[in-house]
Nanobody
Protein backbone atom coordinates (compact mmCIF):
# COMPACT_ATOMS: atom_id res chain seq x y z
CA UNK A 1 0.00 0.00 0.00
CA UNK A 2 1.08 3.54 -0.62
CA UNK A 3 2.33 5.94 2.03
CA UNK A 4 2.08 9.44 0.61
CA UNK A 5 4.24 12.22 1.98
CA UNK A 6 3.75 15.92 1.29
CA UNK A 7 6.26 18.72 1.15
CA UNK A 8 6.46 22.31 0.05
CA UNK A 9 4.31 24.21 2.50
CA UNK A 10 5.33 27.49 4.03
CA UNK A 11 4.58 31.15 4.52
CA UNK A 12 3.69 33.18 1.46
CA UNK A 13 2.38 36.68 0.93
CA UNK A 14 -1.05 37.29 -0.59
CA UNK A 15 -0.81 37.05 -4.34
CA UNK A 16 2.15 34.72 -4.15
CA UNK A 17 2.59 31.20 -5.44
CA UNK A 18 3.54 27.88 -3.93
CA UNK A 19 3.84 24.32 -5.20
CA UNK A 20 3.17 21.36 -2.98
CA UNK A 21 4.57 17.94 -3.76
CA UNK A 22 3.50 14.46 -2.77
CA UNK A 23 5.42 11.26 -3.26
CA UNK A 24 5.70 7.69 -2.06
CA UNK A 25 9.23 6.36 -2.01
CA UNK A 26 8.16 2.74 -1.59
CA UNK A 27 5.21 2.13 -3.87
CA UNK A 28 3.80 3.46 -7.10
CA UNK A 29 0.63 5.49 -7.36
CA UNK A 30 -0.30 3.48 -10.43
CA UNK A 31 -3.82 2.15 -10.05
CA UNK A 32 -4.78 4.79 -7.53
CA UNK A 33 -6.50 8.10 -7.62
CA UNK A 34 -4.58 10.77 -5.78
CA UNK A 35 -5.91 13.95 -4.30
CA UNK A 36 -5.27 17.11 -2.36
CA UNK A 37 -7.45 18.15 0.54
CA UNK A 38 -7.07 21.05 2.92
CA UNK A 39 -8.33 21.86 6.35
CA UNK A 40 -8.36 25.32 7.83
CA UNK A 41 -8.44 25.76 11.56
CA UNK A 42 -11.93 25.22 12.88
CA UNK A 43 -13.28 24.07 9.52
CA UNK A 44 -14.03 20.74 7.90
CA UNK A 45 -11.61 19.09 5.53
CA UNK A 46 -12.19 20.35 2.01
CA UNK A 47 -11.44 18.63 -1.28
CA UNK A 48 -9.13 20.60 -3.54
CA UNK A 49 -8.16 18.42 -6.51
CA UNK A 50 -7.90 14.85 -7.77
CA UNK A 51 -5.97 12.96 -10.42
CA UNK A 52 -6.65 9.44 -11.65
CA UNK A 53 -3.14 8.16 -12.00
CA UNK A 54 -3.59 5.56 -14.74
CA UNK A 55 -6.35 7.21 -16.74
CA UNK A 56 -5.12 10.77 -16.51
CA UNK A 57 -8.45 12.24 -15.46
CA UNK A 58 -8.04 15.30 -13.32
CA UNK A 59 -10.30 17.80 -11.62
CA UNK A 60 -9.97 20.83 -9.37
CA UNK A 61 -12.56 22.32 -7.03
CA UNK A 62 -14.46 25.15 -8.65
CA UNK A 63 -13.55 27.48 -5.79
CA UNK A 64 -9.87 27.37 -6.75
CA UNK A 65 -9.93 26.17 -10.36
CA UNK A 66 -8.68 29.44 -11.77
CA UNK A 67 -5.70 29.48 -9.40
CA UNK A 68 -4.74 25.87 -8.59
CA UNK A 69 -3.49 23.08 -10.84
CA UNK A 70 -2.90 19.42 -10.11
CA UNK A 71 -0.25 17.61 -12.09
CA UNK A 72 1.96 14.57 -11.87
CA UNK A 73 5.34 13.20 -12.85
CA UNK A 74 5.00 9.48 -13.51
CA UNK A 75 8.74 8.90 -13.65
CA UNK A 76 9.25 10.45 -10.24
CA UNK A 77 6.05 8.98 -8.79
CA UNK A 78 5.13 12.44 -7.61
CA UNK A 79 2.17 14.70 -7.94
CA UNK A 80 1.85 18.37 -7.32
CA UNK A 81 -0.52 21.14 -6.39
CA UNK A 82 0.52 24.36 -8.05
CA UNK A 83 -1.09 27.32 -6.32
CA UNK A 84 -1.05 30.85 -7.63
CA UNK A 85 -2.51 34.16 -6.47
CA UNK A 86 -2.81 32.78 -2.95
CA UNK A 87 -5.23 34.50 -0.62
CA UNK A 88 -5.72 34.57 3.12
CA UNK A 89 -8.54 32.04 2.83
CA UNK A 90 -6.11 29.51 1.35
CA UNK A 91 -4.38 29.25 4.72
CA UNK A 92 -4.77 25.64 5.82
CA UNK A 93 -3.05 22.36 6.36
CA UNK A 94 -2.85 20.62 3.00
CA UNK A 95 -2.97 16.84 2.78
CA UNK A 96 -2.24 14.53 -0.08
CA UNK A 97 -4.11 11.27 -0.22
CA UNK A 98 -4.47 8.14 -2.29
CA UNK A 99 -7.32 5.74 -2.75
CA UNK A 100 -9.46 3.94 -5.27
CA UNK A 101 -12.68 5.92 -5.41
CA UNK A 102 -14.94 5.79 -8.39
CA UNK A 103 -14.33 8.99 -10.24
CA UNK A 104 -17.73 10.32 -9.28
CA UNK A 105 -16.73 10.14 -5.62
CA UNK A 106 -13.34 11.80 -6.07
CA UNK A 107 -14.18 14.66 -3.71
CA UNK A 108 -15.18 12.45 -0.79
CA UNK A 109 -12.44 12.17 1.78
CA UNK A 110 -13.78 8.87 3.09
CA UNK A 111 -12.85 7.28 -0.25
CA UNK A 112 -9.13 7.86 0.32
CA UNK A 113 -7.45 5.39 2.65
CA UNK A 114 -3.89 6.61 2.66
CA UNK A 115 -2.99 10.08 3.81
CA UNK A 116 0.09 12.17 4.27
CA UNK A 117 0.85 13.93 7.52
CA UNK A 118 -0.06 17.35 6.15
CA UNK A 119 1.90 20.45 5.29
CA UNK A 120 0.99 23.94 6.49
CA UNK A 121 0.37 26.74 4.04
CA UNK A 122 0.05 30.17 5.58
CA UNK A 123 -0.86 33.18 3.48
CA UNK A 124 -0.08 36.37 5.31
CA UNK A 125 1.53 39.73 4.78
Amino acid sequence: QVQPTESGGGLVQPGGSLTLSCTDSKDSFSGYSVAWFRQAQGKEREWVASFRWSGGNRDVASSVKDRFTISRDIGKNMFYLQMTNLQDEDTATYYCAAGRPIWGARAESRMYYWWGQGTQVTVSS
